[in-house]
T-cell receptor, first 111, second 117 residues
Framework: RKEVEQDPGPFNVPEGATVAFNCTYS??????FFWYRQDCRKEPKLLMS???SGNEDGRFTAQLNRASQYISLLIRDSKLSDSATYLC????????????FGSGTRLLVRP | GAVVSQHPSWVICKSGTSVKIECRSL??????MFWYRQFPKQSLMLMAT?????????EQGVEKDKFLINHASLTLSTLTVTSAHPEDSSFYIC?????????????FGPGTRLLVL
C-alpha cells in the first residue's frame, strides 16, 4: 500500500466549477500535511498547509480528518490557471522534515 | 522569499559519464537539503537527505556509491550521478530546509532534467 494515495484523475471541469480532491495516508503518526501544486515540467510549489481545524485561502479550502487519515482540497470558481497536478504531501515526524508525496491528481480546467 | 537554484537546468550525456548537479540556497543558509527524483507521471521520490558537514542519509534502494552527495557549505549541495545509464534519465529536484512562517519549510529548486543516451 502506498503511503499517500490520490486519485490520479484527470479531473476535467469547466471554468467556474467547484472541484474536490481527496487523499489518504497510511501512517497514523503523520504530523504535518500539505497540498502542493506542480505544473508540467516544473518543480512543486506549496499551495497550502492543512490544519486540523481546516483552513481556507481564497478559493482553496483544505480539510484534515485524522481519525480517517484523510485530507481534502476544495477549489471553488475554478480558473484556467488552476490547471495543474495537485500533490498531497505528508510529513511523518516533525523532527525529520522528510516529505512523502502522493502521485498527484491532475486538474484540467476548460474554457 | 527563500530562493533555491539548481544548475544545470537540463543535461544530455552519454552513457557511462558522470553528471554533477548543484543546488544552492540563494538568500538563506540551509543545514539540510533534500534530493528527489521524479519519473514521468510518477510522484517525487526522496533519494537522500543532505546534511552540511556530515554524510548524507540515503533512502532504501538508493545506491550511495552511484549518487554521490556533497554538502560542503551552508548554501550548496551537489549530487553527482556516476556512470550514468539511460535508466537514470529523470527529473532531479532538490529542496533546502529553511525557516518558514513559524515552522521549517522545504523550498524547492526548479529541477534538473537529465537525459542519458
Amino acid at each position: 500500500r502506498k503511503e499517500v494515495e490520490q486519485d490520479p484523475g484527470p479531473f476535467n471541469v469547466p471554468e467556474g466549477a467547484t472541484v474536490a480532491f481527496n487523499c489518504t495516508y497510511s501512517n497514523s503518526a503523520s504530523q504535518s500535511f500539505f497540498w502542493y501544486r506542480q505544473d508540467c515540467r516544473k518543480e512543486p510549489k506549496l499551495l497550502m498547509s492543512v490544519y486540523s481545524s481546516g483552513n481556507e485561502d481564497g478559493r482553496f479550502t483544505a480539510q484534515l480528518n485524522r481519525a480517517s487519515q484523510y485530507i481534502s482540497l476544495l477549489i471553488r470558481d475554478s480558473k484556467l490557471s488552476d490547471s495543474a497536478t495537485y500533490l498531497c504531501v505528508v510529513n511523518e515526524k516533525d523532527s525529520s522534515y522528510k516529505l512523502i508525496f502522493g502521485s498527484g491528481t491532475r486538474l484540467l480546467v476548460r474554457p | 522569499g527563500a530562493v533555491v537554484s539548481q544548475h544545470p537546468s537540463w543535461v544530455i550525456c552519454k552513457s557511462g559519464t558522470s553528471v554533477k548537479i548543484e543546488c544552492r540556497s540563494l538568500d538563506f543558509q540551509a543545514t539540510t537539503m533534500f534530493w528527489y527524483r521524479q519519473f514521468p507521471k510518477q510522484s517525487l521520490m526522496l533519494m537522500a537527505t543532505s546534511n552540511e558537514g556530515s554524510k548524507a542519509t540515503y533512502e532504501q534502494g538508493v545506491e550511495k556509491d552511484k549518487f554521490l552527495i556533497n554538502h560542503a557549505s551552508l548554501t550548496l549541495s551537489t549530487l553527482t550521478v556516476t556512470s550514468a545509464h539511460p535508466e537514470d534519465s529523470s527529473f532531479y529536484i532538490c529542496s533546502a530546509l529553511g525557516a518558514g512562517q513559524g515552522q521549517k519549510t522545504q523550498y524547492f529548486g526548479p529541477g534538473t532534467r537529465l537525459l542519458v543516451l
